[in-house]
């Protein structure tokens, strides 16, 4: 049986292969394709948390390989602006650099789940959906563990508040994924509770100057804008009714 990484690995691999070819159905794909046991697997690719709404995207057919930059015993990486989203069996972080590692999840029990009685296919499922929440689950705390860097900054604010602008002021961002069987990609949004969390701990930093109060003004202009396209969309309809 396998164990640690070799299984985080094994994982992601399958569900690369899955996703791509295998007779696994996703949500934005609604024909449902069968496995060879005639059953249809349903795994889901656009996921929403508490703090954002994202979509996971693995590349169909055979894919190049990109070896990317693993440093330790990663099962996956994936970059966010200048820091990177580092994946283990069990955890995640948000890092830039080797002394400023901050934890998005400590304790991932999907690997610990196994059948109760011997069941090859239901194990393997439920590898593919523990590396799918340890992916989903450490974007989704991305938004949280920035606020928290904004408002007890660490060496490097600057990178915090350009991905924390990215975060607020883009419609969606893109995480670049790598993984030691193939690549993927996630692409992010807020949920109103993330955007909640990240405008409040700007507004609540102590610093009001240099990059800080850029940033403060750039997510406030973007924010009065969307009101007021939201305003005239809510509007339109009994404008043209008149």
């Given at each position: 049986?396998?164990?640690?990484?070799?299984?985080?690995?094994?994982?992601?691999?399958?569900?690369?292969?899955?996703?791509?070819?295998?007779?696994?159905?996703?949500?934005?794909?609604p024909?449902?394709?069968?496995?060879?046991?005639?059953?249809?697997?349903h795994?889901?690719?656009?996921?929403?948390?508490?703090?954002?709404?994202?979509?996971?995207?693995?590349?169909?057919?055979?894919?190049?390989?990109?070896?990317?930059?693993?440093?330790?015993?990663?099962?996956?990486?994936?970059?966010?602006?200048?820091?990177?989203?580092?994946?283990?069996?069990?955890?995640?972080?948000?890092?830039?650099?080797?002394?400023?590692?901050?934890?998005?999840?400590?304790?991932?029990?999907?690997?610990?789940?196994?059948?109760?009685?011997?069941?090859?296919?239901?194990?393997?499922?439920?590898?593919?959906?523990?590396?799918?929440?340890?992916?989903?689950?450490?974007v989704?705390?991305?938004?949280?563990?920035?606020?928290?860097?904004?408002?007890?900054?660490?060496?490097?604010?600057?990178?915090?508040?350009?991905?924390?602008?990215?975060?607020?002021?883009?419609?969606?961002?893109?995480?670049?994924?790598?993984?030691?069987?193939g690549?993927?990609?996630?692409?992010?949004?807020?949920s109103?509770?993330?955007?909640?969390?990240?405008?409040?701990?700007?507004?609540?930093?102590?610093?009001?100057?240099?990059?800080?109060?850029?940033?403060?003004?750039?997510?406030?202009?973007?924010?009065?804008s969307?009101?007021?396209?939201?305003?005239r969309?809510?509007?339109?309809?009994?404008?043209?009714?008149?």
């Amino acid at each position: 049986m396998m164990r640690g990484t070799k299984l985080g690995r094994w994982a992601l691999a399958t569900c690369l292969a899955c996703a791509a070819a295998n007779g696994c159905t996703t949500s934005h794909d609604p024909s449902a394709r069968q496995s060879a046991s005639g059953a249809t697997l349903h795994i889901p690719l656009a996921l929403q948390g508490e703090n954002t709404i994202m979509k996971i995207e693995f590349p169909s057919g055979v894919q190049k390989i990109e070896p990317g930059q693993f440093q330790h015993d990663e099962v996956c990486y994936m970059t966010a602006g200048k820091f990177r989203i580092d994946c283990y069996n069990d955890s995640s972080s948000l890092n830039l650099g080797p002394t400023d590692s901050n934890d998005l999840l400590t304790d991932h029990p999907g690997w610990k789940l196994q059948p109760a009685l011997d069941d090859e296919p239901g194990g393997r499922l439920l590898r593919v959906y523990a590396i799918l929440t340890l992916v989903a689950g450490s974007v989704d705390r991305v938004p949280a563990t920035l606020a928290d860097y904004i408002q007890v900054p660490g060496t490097h604010l600057t990178e915090a508040l350009d991905l924390t602008e990215a975060l607020l002021t883009q419609d969606q961002v893109r995480l670049p994924g790598y993984a030691r069987g193939g690549n993927f990609n996630v692409t992010v949004q807020l949920s109103d509770a993330g955007r909640e969390k990240l405008e409040d701990a700007l507004d609540e930093a102590g610093e009001s100057g240099g990059d800080l109060q850029r940033v403060r003004n750039r997510v406030s202009t973007h924010r009065t804008s969307r009101r007021r396209l939201k305003t005239r969309v809510t509007t339109m309809p009994s404008a043209l009714t008149r």
